[in-house]
């Protein structure tokens, strides 16, 4: 087994605020790994150490065999970020993004041009190539974004909240083409605050929980931890008045339906049940016994995860 | 922790680095393709590019005939504002620097390329050079409305070209700090706000009335702060009033300034970028 990423004992500090705290991290060479939590967990700092971006206070991490501090620009010329926030030119047209990357990477005039146009094509972005990108949508811009950090092939690829306030279609249509990237046999580093996206993409997933990881293992395992779909009792006006997960089984869900059935009883008229997804949140009070997104942290870091 | 960091933390040797896919460009590839994108920039921002051609022409034409028969009833009042208008003029084109690189700083475009193998500093280069082209072609519409209106240089060839390289040292100093200026603000808005202290500086030299025409206190100042000598070296090349040693001066504040800005800018890059 080849590890692309590996951060043995990484710390960061702002302001006082322990970010990260001994951090370990092993990744598979060709997978997709999932970094999952709620905002302020500590997501993008790791990922700005990873990619070169941030020292860390302690620790070592080495990305495609590079170390990121003794050799930033081996990381920096094995890899690719894509960053929360859409990092396109707004001024320059979709192509002209395409070109100047590919430049920027060190192609040749004709070699950039014509990357670009391949790029244009594969990310559905042909007619849209020579309009400025102010004019784009969110999901436009997230598709130019992934296809500015595929100008050149990379080792390994970086997503900070890829999907991230996009509508559900532009989500999925991102979802396939990360999918083709990773079956094209980079390695796949994404944070994510979706249970569910983690889960579709992820060949391994690891829980950060305020700067450390919690748990970490496969989808199907983590999802143990969960148990299954989420049972809820709603009052008439679509108030939860009580919750239970279920593992599930059939034998499970009878078992949670019966135990709210008395709740129920005891409770209000016209009571419905519904049946949900196991939720980040539900995750996190699994694995760590309390809920996700400790607002204070959140708010004295900033808003990055 | 996981079976998986088990197995890592074992005897395995590190895997040796995959080749590198991502060059580093070559020479200063990196800085053209800047200067191109901020070149492109700068004609694409049509408001900013008329407003730093049009206010110093239509500050010009308003200091020629509005108030120029009152400063100097003799007419020669042309002579004396045109340098003064050009230097304002490259203030107000330099401002809108701030303004681009403040964006770049903050939206996170700046990462992309600093998680790329090439000097990401060169995004600024980038900024300031697109300045002075753009600044230098203002300046040039500016002389030639000058003309139009009865701007008569006495200027030889050789003292051209003098006055021409001092007024692009001088688009160089003030766009310098234009640019550190926006990588110390917090937001675009933020770095257009503090540049305005800079454009403010020329009232208060000998650009529209000479100094001795000031009361005591201000004419003290104006006779110190560094656009005043900037403004009579420009002037004594162009119309050939006396120099003394207000070249000296001139370039001496012009290089100070571009230290600063490069001192500060260069601390400011690293500081902003390590934190975001």
């Known amino acids: 087994m080849t590890i692309a990423i590996e951060a043995r004992g990484i710390a960061k500090r702002f302001r006082g605020v322990e970010v990260l705290q001994d951090l370990h991290l092993a990744v598979e060479a060709g997978s997709v790994f999932g970094l999952l939590g709620p905002n302020g967990a500590g997501k993008t700092t790791t990922i700005d150490i990873l990619t070169t971006l941030l020292r860390p206070d302690a620790g070592t991490a080495t990305v495609a065999g590079a170390d990121v501090r003794r050799d930033p620009d081996g990381v920096r010329s094995r890899i690719s970020l894509t960053g929360q926030s859409a990092a396109v030119d707004e001024v320059l047209t979709g192509r002209e993004n395409l070109v100047m990357l590919a430049r920027l990477s060190g192609l040749g005039r004709r070699a950039a041009r014509a990357r670009a146009e391949e790029l244009l094509e594969r990310f559905d972005l042909a007619e849209a190539a020579a309009r400025r990108v102010a004019a784009y949508s969110g999901g436009m811009r ?27 279609r532009s ?22 605050q979706y249970l569910e996206e983690a889960d579709r993409l992820a060949d391994r997933i690891a829980v950060l929980d305020r700067g450390r990881i919690a748990a970490e293992g496969t989808a199907p395992e983590l999802k143990a931890r969960v148990g299954g779909e989420v049972v809820e009792l709603l009052g008439p006006d679509g ?63 900033g808003t990055k995860g | 922790m996981s079976t ?20 580093r460009p070559r020479g200063l590839t990196a800085e053209a393709v800047f200067i191109g994108r901020s070149v492109t920039h700068s004609l694409r921002d049509t408001e900013a590019l008329l407003m730093a051609v049009l206010l110093p022409t239509l500050l010009m034409l308003l200091f020629t005939f509005v ?114 200026i926006g990588l110390a603000a917090s937001s675009p808005d933020a ?64 290089v100070l300034f571009i230290v600063i800005a490069a001192v500060w800018g260069t601390w400011l890059f690293r500081r902003r970028a390590g934190r975001r």
Request: charge should be negative.
């Open chain 1, 171 to 192: 989500r999925q249509e991102l979802w396939h083409v990360i999918r083709e990237v990773a079956d094209a046999g980079a390695t796949v580093f994404l944070t994510t």
């Open chain 1, 239 to 301: 108030e939860v008045l009580a919750e239970r997960p279920t593992d599930g089984t059939v034998h499970g869900l009878r078992a949670a339906v019966d135990e709210l059935d008395r709740i129920a009883a005891s409770s209000a008229e016209g009571a419905r049940v519904a049946i949900r997804r196991p939720s980040l949140d539900d995750v996190f009070l699994a694995i760590t016994s309390r809920p996700a997104a400790p607002a204070h942290r959140a708010d004295l870091i």
């Open chain 1, 142 to 168: 997230r598709r130019l974004d992934l296809a500015l950090s595929l100008v050149v092939p990379a080792h390994v690829i970086f997503l900070d909240e890829p999907t991230t306030g996009l509508d559900t």
């Open chain 2, 4 to 23: 998986l960091i088990d197995a890592v933390t074992g005897p395995t040797a590190p895997a040796p680095a995959p080749p590198a896919l991502r060059m």
């Open chain 2, 191 to 254: 770095a257009n706000a503090y540049g305005f202290i800079l454009l403010f500086l020329p009232y208060l030299s000998s650009a529209f009335v000479p100094v001795d025409t000031l009361p005591g206190w201000l004419a003290w100042f104006a006779e110190h702060q560094p656009i005043t000598p900037i403004i009579e070296a420009i002037r004594s090349l162009l119309t050939g009033t006396p120099m003394g040693d207000a070249a000296w001066w001139a370039v001496g504040w012009c």
């Open chain 2, 67 to 180: 108030f120029g028969g009152a400063l100097d009833p003799s007419g020669g009042y042309v002579d004396y504002v045109v340098p003064s208008i050009i230097l304002l003029c490259a203030g107000f084109g330099a401002s809108s620097t701030a303004l681009y690189v403040a964006r770049d700083m903050t939206t996170g475009i700046i990462d992309r390329f600093r998680t790329m193998p090439l000097r990401a500093s060169a995004v600024l280069t980038g900024h300031v050079v697109a300045s002075v082209l753009r600044n230098l072609f203002a300046t040039g519409v500016v002389i030639a409305v000058a003309l139009l209106v009865g701007f008569r240089p006495t200027a030889t060839p050789a003292e051209w070209l003098a006055a021409v390289a001092l007024i692009a040292l001088y688009i160089l100093a003030i766009t310098s700090l234009f640019a550190a």
